[in-house]
C-alpha cells in the first residue's frame, strides 16, 4: 500500500510483530487479528502472505509468552486446551488447504474484511456480557465438537484462534480472564504450527515471490514477535482482571 523501502518493510514487520505480540500475550488475542491487518497495510493487499506471515509470528509469540507464564508457576487448562485442539487441528489444516484459497479472489477479498470485522464485535460484545450470558458450563465430551467448528475459521481467514478461543474459554468454560489468556496461547501455538504446515504441503509460500512479498518476512516478524510475548506476561501479572477486560476492549 506504501512505497517503502526494504530497510522501512523490515523494521514495519518487527514493530508489527512487537505491538501483535504484547497485545496477544496480554489478553490472549491480537496475534492474527491484529498482524494481519497491519502487515497488509505494509506489504500490500495480500490477504494470503500477510496470513502466513502472521502464523510465524503467533507461534513465536506462544512460545515465548507460555515460558514465561510458566516461570511465573501460572499454567493453562491443558485438559480443556487439548480436547479442544482434537477438534481443531485436523479442520484447520483442511480449511487452510481447500477453504483459504477462495479468500483470494477480487470478489471474495471485501466479504473477507466484512467477516473479519464482524467477528472482532461479536467477540467483545460476548466477553463485556459474559454475567448476563445465562449458559452452563460446556461438558467435555462436547469441546472436541468446539473445537471443529473453530478450525474452520482459524483455517480460512487466518484468525490465529485467540479472538475465538476467548469468548469460549470466557464464557463457555467459565475462566477468568487471566486464566483464559494463558490457556489461549496454548490453542494458538497448535493452531499456528498446523496452519503452517498446511500452507507448506501446498506451496502458498511460493507465492510470496509471485506477489513481489519478501520471502524471509515470516522470519523478520519472529524478532518483534519474541520481544513482546518478553514484556507482555510481565506486564500481565501486576494488572487486575477489571484492567483485563478494558485492555480487550
Do not use: C
Not at 512487537?18 to 500490500?44: H, K, Q, R, V
Request: glycine letters at 8%; charged letters at 15%.
Amino acid at each position: 500500500m506504501f512505497n517503502l523501502s526494504t530497510e522501512g518493510i523490515i523494521i514495519l514487520v518487527i514493530l508489527a510483530g512487537f505491538l501483535s505480540a504484547t497485545i496477544a500475550s496480554i489478553i490472549g488475542l491480537g496475534g492474527g487479528l491484529i498482524a494481519i491487518p497491519l502487515i497488509m497495510l505494509i506489504i500490500g493487499e495480500h490477504s494470503t502472505e500477510a496470513k502466513l506471515i502472521s502464523y510465524a509470528s503467533i507461534a513465536a509469540l506462544s512460545i515465548m509468552a507460555v515460558f514465561k507464564y510458566w516461570k511465573q508457576k501460572r499454567k493453562p487448562d491443558y485438559k480443556s486446551a487439548l480436547l479442544i485442539l482434537l477438534g481443531v487441528l485436523p479442520v484447520t489444516v483442511v480449511a487452510e488447504i481447500f477453504i483459504s484459497p477462495f479468500f483470494e479472489d477480487e470478489k471474495i477479498k471485501d466479504y473477507f474484511h466484512i467477516l473479519y470485522g464482524a467477528v472482532a464485535i461479536l467477540v467483545t460484545l460476548l466477553i463485556n456480557f459474559k454475567d448476563k450470558i445465562k449458559v452452563k458450563k460446556l461438558p467435555n465430551w462436547s469441546l472436541p465438537l468446539v473445537g471443529m467448528s473453530i478450525g474452520v475459521l482459524t483455517g480460512s481467514i487466518g484468525l490465529s484462534g485467540g479472538v475465538i478461543f476467548m469468548p469460549l474459554l470466557v464464557v463457555g468454560l467459565k475462566k477468568d480472564l487471566k486464566e483464559a489468556a494463558v490457556t489461549s496461547l496454548i490453542l494458538k501455538l497448535g493452531v499456528s504450527l498446523m496452519n503452517i504446515i498446511a500452507a507448506l504441503s501446498v506451496g502458498q509460500y511460493q507465492a510470496f515471490e509471485s506477489h513481489g512479498v519478501y520471502w524471509y518476512l515470516p522470519l523478520i516478524i519472529i524478532v518483534g514477535s519474541l520481544a513482546g510475548a518478553f514484556i507482555g506476561p510481565m506486564f500481565q501479572k501486576k494488572i487486575s482482571n477489571k484492567t483485563m477486560s478494558i485492555l480487550f476492549n
